[in-house]
């Protein structure tokens, strides 16, 4: 020690809370000793594992911890002397200096020590004369609670005294009866520092509120239990502020809320619900729980977290039915299965249920090889199996996965479900099922929002499952195709819909052939759409597209300024031609008249219309697009192009919102593509025909080839006289009338009229 030391105004005391990286601490006081010197640490003594330096010097010094505090915990660094007298001085002995001041720093120290001490004190105010602040006596005080009487000293009232309400109308109650309100756990002992073993004073608090029918609360904390808790359903419900640390045995439910057997556990209201498993789950024992709901009935129950546990929560339907309440769903994290609904015998059910939310997640690094899935429906052998009515809102599934030879499967059926309604799902790192059915499930509908797997989302049949009547309904990047259900046209088969407009052209039945470079100056509709060209090879179930060639529908965009587009192809390109009312060629100088759902869309000046900047594959979800146009574009040609490489289309469908009904333009005189037959006629006064002679005419139509099929009529009645027709050269039908009679013939003026089909 110095020879003296010099005690500050300084509180013996300071604050801190670990950050789990920290391991010195300085304290700003003088201490005589390292042993002056006490620690708390979330208001617990710590006594070893550290060091203190700067005993013995003014201004204070530092304490050192071996391991850094944890993050979060309250540390409290305070000097706390021993009162004792260390000094004698003698009569006529020598009266040191050193001696005297450091009698005098110690008592310093203590009135120090003693204030600080004082300031949480309840105490009068310095400006009240004294008041009688003395306790009764003890037998005076025993079994009373204190009070202050009508002058403001203190007093004992019997515990039976009245209290009322500082409102209107209030009633006067006993102070027992008012503080027995609420329930709760820290009545009975629970501590909820993570460290104590709570389980037995929670227990105790559950059986009370069980008893007493009382809703019980768990406040602030950690409440580690090493023991499983059963709150029975005669208890009205449970909040809960904080979370059960669940430190006992495998194979047991963490915290069962219900009676088994037919009781109905009904009207309840269990909120705040977390239980976390200290030590993760092998996954390998079902009976390892953490959240067990028995006999649910019209109840509300909030789920926050449920961690760590082979099955993170059950529903199960014992001897009496689970039904009619809703869950709302927090974390469910790590666990092999994350929500299981389960019956146990062939009297209780599980059916109308709705399901709000919830995280399904799993580290990627947690048991890599064993398959997990989200929601499960089941039931032991001997069950009730037809789990009838549970809708899901917003569930989310991540559940690691992708790249694995396991199953990672937001819902899995192993029962006789019905109507299982799953809403805004989102699947990440999930297998490309939205579920697996194992049995005989109908009926089920998987919504998915969202998907890394895009609309490539199917429903697993397994080989004991007999019945199928699931659907998937994939919105991520596919929205407007599930909602257009306005079919404009179809092309199902390429190949079927090909006919020979020419030795060397080739046509398609409601498409426009296009081509990249159109020569000339085109400036119109009818100079884009062709009825049909060369450099395209039919396939066994399509036509290839060659280069500088493309397939589209031509429609009137007047009343309708979105449409979806669905192809099947290898990997098409989207390209879209937009024109005016007067049919006149819009280009990029009006702006960007073109949008797509997945892609964008560039201006193409060599081929004059816009084009998608990717191809239309599966791979990177812009297989199904919609596009939208500007409302200065009336008529529009939508479709695919050979871009970068020749590839086969097998078929096309175009469509819209069902509150439109856009005209479809093909086949007519102005824009006469995607119509394999032509028609025409030609007034006609024919001359006398002898018997067994023929005349003939020539009627013009335009695209008529030879070696095209060829039929005429004639408007009047021909009494013998039979039409025959022929492409005698291009463009050209000749018709021959033949008597075939014993007599001359002489028809009326008519009508002659041709139809020429194309093979």
Not at 108 to 132: K, S, V
């Amino acid at each position: 020690m110095l020879d003296q030391i010099k005690i500050g105004d300084i509180a013996p005391r300071i604050h801190y809370v670990g950050d789990g990286v920290q391991a010195a601490f300085t304290y700003p006081f003088t201490v005589f000793a390292a042993g002056d010197i006490r620690i708390l640490r979330n208001g617990l003594p710590v006594t070893d594992g550290f060091t203190v330096e700067g005993a013995g010097r003014p201004g204070g010094g530092a304490v050192l911890f071996a391991t850094p505090p944890p993050a979060g915990s309250a540390l409290t660094i305070l000097r706390r002397l021993t009162l004792e007298r260390r000094t004698d001085f003698q009569p006529n002995g020598l009266l040191r200096a050193v001696t005297l001041n450091d009698e005098f720093d110690r008592q310093l120290a203590g009135l120090q020590e003693l204030r600080d001490e004082l300031r949480g004190a309840l105490r009068a105010p310095l400006d009240e004369p004294p008041a009688g602040l003395t306790l009764p006596a003890r037998s005076a005080r025993a079994e009373r609670v204190l009070g202050f009487d009508a002058v403001g000293n203190l007093t004992a009232f019997p515990r039976g005294g009245l209290m009322a309400a500082a409102f209107s109308g209030a009633i006067p109650r006993s102070v027992e009866d008012k503080l027995s309100e609420t329930l709760s756990a820290r009545d009975f002992g629970a501590v909820g520092d993570g460290i104590t073993d709570d389980g037995p004073a929670l227990q105790a608090a559950m059986n009370a509120a069980g008893g007493a029918a009382r809703h019980l609360v768990i406040g602030e904390g950690s409440f580690r239990t090493t023991m499983p808790l059963v709150l029975s359903g005669a208890a009205v419900g449970l909040t809960m502020h904080g979370s059960l640390l669940y430190d006992g045995p495998a194979g047991m439910p963490a915290l069962t809320l219900g009676d088994g057997g037919a009781a109905r556990n009904a009207t309840k209201l269990y909120e705040g619900l977390r239980v976390v498993r200290m030590q993760q789950s092998d996954w390998e024992d079902e009976g390892d729980i953490g959240i067990l709901l028995r006999n649910l009935d019209v109840s509300q129950v909030e789920i926050r977290q449920a961690e760590g546990f082979t099955i993170g929560v059950r529903t199960q339907g014992v001897e009496r039915g689970i039904e009619d309440s809703d869950l709302r769903l927090g974390r469910i994290v790590n666990n092999r299965i994350g929500l299981d609904v389960h019956t146990v015998t062939a009297a209780g059910w599980n059916t109308s249920m709705r399901y709000h939310g919830g995280h399904f997640a799993v580290a990627s690094a947690l048991h890599p090889a064993k398959d997990r899935f989200g929601v499960r429906f089941s039931a032991e052998p001997g069950a009730y199996v037809a789990h009838n009515r549970h809708v899901f809102y917003g569930p989310n599934f991540e559940l690691q996965g992708t790249g694995r030879p396991i199953a990672a499967i937001p819902f899995l059926c192993t029962v006789n479900s019905r109507a299982v309604l799953a809403y805004g799902m989102r699947m990440e790192g999930c297998s490309p099922f939205a579920a697996r059915h194992t049995a005989n499930a109908q009926d089920h509908v998987y919504e998915v929002a969202w998907a890394n797997q895009g609309y490539g989302i199917d429903i697993d049949y397994t080989a004991g499952a007999a019945r199928v009547g699931g659907v998937v309904r994939a919105l991520h990047q596919a929205a407007a195709h599930r909602e257009f259900t306005r079919e404009i046209a179809a092309v199902p088969n390429l190949r079927a819909a090909a006919f020979a407009w020419s030795p060397t052209q080739t046509g398609f039945r409601q498409l426009a052939c296009l081509a990249s470079n159109v020569g000339g100056a085109p400036s119109s509709l009818a100079q884009f759409a062709f009825p049909a060209l060369d450099n395209y090879a039919p396939t066994a179930s399509g036509v290839m597209l060659g280069g500088g060639r493309g397939l589209g529908f031509v429609v009137d965009a007047r009343s309708t300024r979105e449409f979806a587009l669905a192809v099947d192809a290898d990997a098409p390109r989207l390209v879209v031609q937009c024109f005016d009312a007067a049919t006149n060629l819009l280009t990029n100088a009006e702006g960007a008249l073109v949008r797509a759902s997945g892609m964008s869309m560039t201006w193409n000046a060599t081929a004059r219309w816009w084009q998608g900047s990717a191809d239309m594959t599966d791979a990177a979800l812009t297989r199904l697009q919609v596009v939208r146009l500007a409302p200065e574009v009336a008529f529009a040609i939508i479709g695919v192009a050979r871009i970068g490489a020749d590839f086969e289309v097998r078929a096309m469908r175009l469509a819209c919102d069902p509150a439109h009904a856009p005209a479809l333009v093909y086949g007519v005189p102005w824009l006469p593509h995607g119509r394999p037959d032509l028609v025409a006629e030609l007034a006609w006064t024919p001359p006398l025909v002898p018997a067994g002679q023929s005349v003939q005419l020539n009627v013009p139509v335009a695209g008529a080839r030879p070696g095209d099929f060829v039929q005429a009529a004639y408007s009047l009645a021909t009494s013998g006289i039979v039409f025959l027709a022929q492409v005698g050269a291009q463009d050209v039908v000749t018709v021959t009338a033949w008597n075939r009679g014993s007599g001359d013939i002489t028809l009326g003026s008519g009508t002659v009229r041709v139809r020429v089909l194309k093979a």
